[in-house]
């Protein structure tokens, strides 16, 4: 079957497709199904948090894609709903958390909505969802989070930070600024702080190469150079923006 190549950009992001295999980033072998955000585990900078109390009471993950954030917490005996828009991930988030031996209640729902998911939730994970979503959708999204969650809530957000640098295949439309935060997440969440994260992907250099090849890399003149780092295991490492925020 014939894939669909893309990049990462809000316009031409089919998340079901890649997840179901049915798309795949520009530069990746044919057959070859890469999920950059998907590393096999939860990330590393939410597993830190975890170990410092971040987590408490009932947990919403917000585009928990295979689910690995929500296993993760579920094992450590939160109570966690994970959410997605795509039927492909919920299934194969599923499927993990089975073999796994952790309940976790995985469902397919629109972020700006939330509908069916239930409230009363007291802390949210959003790791790497906002900064898939236009301005309307992000207002809207942030209205969403604050219905279902109990007042007082705490909400760890992770997206790309405006620092990611040049010679990846996040194009600058899907950056965020802290400004953007501010204003419309600011609506209905205080914001405490904003700090700077790594995330680690799937990519590595020789991918990046080829993508590079395929012409699917960012290249826009409003980018720093930078450089592309890399963790011990030879995964590019992306820059985030972490956000903490209490519900108003």
Not at 23 to 40: C, H, L, T, Y
Not at 206 to 213: H, I, P
Not at 219 to 231: H, S
């Amino acid at each position: 079957m014939a894939t669909e190549e893309q990049t990462f950009s809000r316009q031409n992001m089919e998340f079901d497709a890649l997840y179901a295999g049915r798309a795949a980033f520009g530069g990746v072998a044919p057959g070859e199904k890469m999920i950059p955000w998907d590393i096999g585990e939860p990330q590393r900078a939410v597993v830190e948090l975890a170990r410092a109390g971040g987590f408490t009471g009932k947990v919403l993950d917000a585009g928990c894609g295979l689910g690995e954030n929500a296993i993760m917490l579920a094992d450590q005996g939160y109570e966690v709903t994970g959410v997605d828009g795509s039927p492909s991930a919920i299934e194969q988030a599923g499927q993990r958390a089975s073999a796994h031996g952790v309940p976790v209640r995985f469902l397919v729902a629109d972020a700006t909505e939330l509908h069916g998911v239930g409230t009363g939730f007291d802390t949210v994970l959003d790791s790497g969802l906002y900064h898939c979503l236009d301005a309307g959708q992000r207002s809207a999204y942030a209205a969403a989070l604050h219905r279902v969650c109990r007042p007082g809530a705490t909400l760890h957000l992770f997206c790309f930070a405006e620092s990611m640098p040049s010679g990846t295949p996040i194009t600058q439309e899907a950056l965020v600024s802290k400004d953007d935060l501010r204003t419309r997440l600011g609506r209905h969440w205080r914001i405490l702080d904003i700090t700077e994260a790594v995330f680690a992907t799937s990519f590595t250099h020789e991918l990046l190469a080829r993508m590079g090849e395929a012409g699917a890399l960012d290249t826009g003149p409003a980018r720093e150079p930078g450089e592309v780092q890399v963790d011990a295991q030879g995964r590019v490492l992306t820059p985030m923006s972490y956000v903490r925020a209490l519900r108003k």
